[in-house]
Nanobody, 115 residues
C-alpha cells in the first residue's frame, strides 16, 4: 500500500491550494479515504473523509464551506480542494485509509498560510 501526497505549499490568506493523494497497492475503489492534518504542537485531526463510492463526505466544522474532498476511482486519487485558506489551516496534511486492521498514511505535504 502506498499513499503519496502532493500539492502543498505556501499561500497567502484567502488563497487556494489543491492537494492530491495518489494511491496504489490496494483496491482503491473499495475503501473510504480521509485527509488529516497536524499543526505543530497539536494532535492530528480529521479534516475530511469520503466513502468508497464518493457519494458521502464529512468535513470538520472549521473547514465546512471552504474545503471539498473528491476522488477518482479510475485514477486511484483523492483530492482536497482548499479555498479561502486561513493561517490556522497551516499544518502537514496526510492522506489516510484503513484496510482491515491496519491504518495507512502518506508522508504528508506541508501547507503554510501566511502573508
Amino acid at each position: 500500500v502506498q499513499l503519496v501526497e502532493s500539492g502543498g505549499g505556501l499561500v497567502q490568506p484567502g488563497g487556494s491550494l489543491r492537494l492530491s493523494c495518489a494511491a496504489s497497492g490496494f483496491a482503491f475503489s473499495a475503501y473510504d479515504m480521509r485527509w488529516y492534518r497536524q499543526a505543530p504542537g497539536s494532535e492530528r485531526e480529521l479534516v475530511a473523509s469520503i466513502n468508497n463510492a464518493g457519494g458521502l463526505t464529512y468535513y470538520t466544522d472549521s473547514v465546512k464551506g471552504r474545503f471539498t474532498i473528491s476522488r477518482d476511482n479510475v485514477e486511484s486519487t483523492v483530492s482536497l480542494q482548499m479555498n479561502n485558506l486561513k493561517p490556522e489551516d497551516t499544518a502537514v496534511y496526510y492522506c489516510n485509509t484503513d484496510l482491515y486492521v491496519a491504518s495507512y498514511w502518506g508522508q504528508g505535504t506541508q501547507v503554510t498560510v501566511s502573508s
